[in-house]
């Protein structure tokens, strides 16, 4: 199985979260290309589409779009990675905030 490492960034990434009405910081992400992430959207069913959106809402799905992530997402990115990528991504699912950047 391949690894992939999240980004730590040296400067904090502020991405706005329009139902918290606030922006999140974060030092650490991941770059999903634009067409894992519409595929991983896809795959969600309501329920967890709908939350996608309440953390996300008003974002465009395209490349350089900055995300916000959560526990959940990072569940679903990982099974995708491991699934469909045979790569496990270091870290992602330790509960600790991130962004994920759309490339």
């Known amino acids: 199985m391949n690894q992939i490492s999240m980004i730590t960034e040296v400067i904090p990434i502020n991405i706005q979260h329009h139902t918290y009405k606030r922006e999140c910081r974060y030092t650490r992400g991941i770059h999903i290309s634009l ?27 395209k490349t350089g779009t900055l995300l916000n992530g959560y526990a959940g997402l990072a569940n679903i990115i990982a099974d995708y990675y491991k699934r469909e990528k045979n790569s496990e991504i270091l870290g992602l699912t330790n509960g600790r905030d991130f962004y994920v950047k759309i490339i």
């Open 35 to 61: 067409a894992d992430i519409e595929i991983i959207l896809n795959g969600m069913n309501e329920d967890t589409l709908t939350y996608f959106e309440f953390h996300n809402i008003a974002k465009e799905i």
